[in-house]
């Protein structure tokens, strides 16, 4: 009997943690994905590329929505059950709260493994598949990362500024540049207009400017020049560009564990470098353990939601995890900083959860 009760308890909370899973997931990607949707239609970027990027991003996304999924998946399942009183009809069959507990140990403990593997083996190779796709999108039509109203410095030792940038055309209104690629002749270029191309194949970039100045200072800053032109053509080599990716050193979440490790030892103990290293290990660990704490503490609150239906039980769930992620979000930063402890920092969320699980749980498994 106890085994039938298991699996009709487990096979209760799983199409209710799909169907969360899907819905926030989407909800994260629907931006990136118009963001995306807009450079296909105003850059002319490939389906497939798009298909590619939105695919590398998911597993950084389920990272992030999956505990979520499982405490409102969670929520949803015994809120609906206290709702038809067949949380009742056990309790007066003699089976208790604790009785009831492995198949959400079960389920949480999937889904904490889920996560894991997700952090642990996907997120590193995603992240460093989006950032070399990103570069070979950027790199084949520049413009992409040309963004109005903001100094932009992705072309090493140049900085460009648009005051303006059609949306159709890509033609640049109110343009300034400041190139340093002559570390003894530096310039800035100011233009009325400006477009930019570029072409894969030669590896090259043309900025073409119309109706500009340029300014001219000597090394000695003692001597300045200033040439006024009608029409103007800065050239530069990609090649540049291509090798400061290829040589780059992988960002702190394409790292894998002993990756991290390995930096770790290299960076002085302290250090905001050495503080960010240490939580994006812990969270490797951390995240995937609140998968965990949330699927059991949903038991409790589905519990609570009886008299308000399971659409409360929904919003209670969502609460709760927006409660976590400020804890998260407030700990990093402390972490970071090196005000709190950047070990602590990313358990600190987890201890409060497990603190909630401990005591609404006994509540409810006290409550006659």
Not at 111 to 136: D, H, Q, V
Not at 307 to 329: D, E, H, N, P, Q
């Amino acid at each position: 009997m106890k085994r039938i009760i298991h699996i009709y308890i487990f096979k209760e909370i799983i199409p209710n943690f799909r169907t969360a899973l899907i819905v926030f997931t989407f909800l994260v990607l629907a931006g990136r994905i118009l963001r995306l949707t807009e450079w296909m239609v105003n850059h002319g970027i490939r389906l497939s590329q798009v298909l590619l990027i939105a695919l590398y991003s998911l597993p950084y996304v389920l990272f992030y929505t999956l505990p979520m999924a499982t405490l409102v998946g969670s929520t949803i399942a015994f809120s609906r059950l206290n709702e038809d009183n067949e949380i009742t009809a056990l309790k007066s069959s003699g089976t208790s709260l604790f009785q009831i507990l492995p198949p959400v140990v079960t389920f949480s403990m999937i889904s904490y493994l889920l996560a894991s593997f997700i952090a642990i083996y996907l997120i590193p190779i995603s992240k460093s598949s989006s950032s070399r796709l990103l570069f070979e999108v950027a790199r084949s039509n520049v413009s992409i990362g040309i963004k109005e109203g903001v100094f932009n410095d992705s072309i090493p030792d140049l900085v460009l500024y648009a005051n303006r940038i059609s949306a159709h055309n890509q033609i640049m209104e109110g343009v300034f540049i400041f190139d340093e690629r002559d570390p003894g002749l530096p310039n800035t270029i100011t233009a009325r207009k400006g477009s930019i191309s570029s072409d894969p194949n030669q590896m090259s970039l043309q900025l073409h400017l119309i109706d500009g100045s340029m300014i001219m200072v000597g090394k000695d800053l003692e001597s300045s020049k200033m040439l006024r032109f009608d029409s103007y053509d800065l050239n530069m080599d990609l090649s540049d560009i291509t090798n400061g990716f290829s040589s780059r050193s992988k960002s702190r979440k394409e790292m894998s564990i002993s990756e991290l490790r390995h930096q770790l030892k290299k960076t002085k103990t302290g250090t905001v470098g050495y503080n960010k290293l240490t939580m994006e290990l812990q969270r490797k660990f951390s995240i995937p353990f609140a998968c965990l704490l949330l699927g059991i503490i949903g038991f409790p609150l589905g519990l609570m939601t009886r008299s308000k239906g399971r659409s409360w039980g929904t919003a209670l769930g969502v609460a709760i995890f927006v409660i976590y992620y400020i804890l998260l979000s407030g700990a990093d930063s402390l972490g970071r900083t090196g005000r709190l402890n950047p070990v602590l920092a990313m358990w600190i969320p987890n201890m409060v959860m497990g603190a909630a699980t401990y005591v609404l749980f006994w509540h409810k498994a006290r409550d006659k």
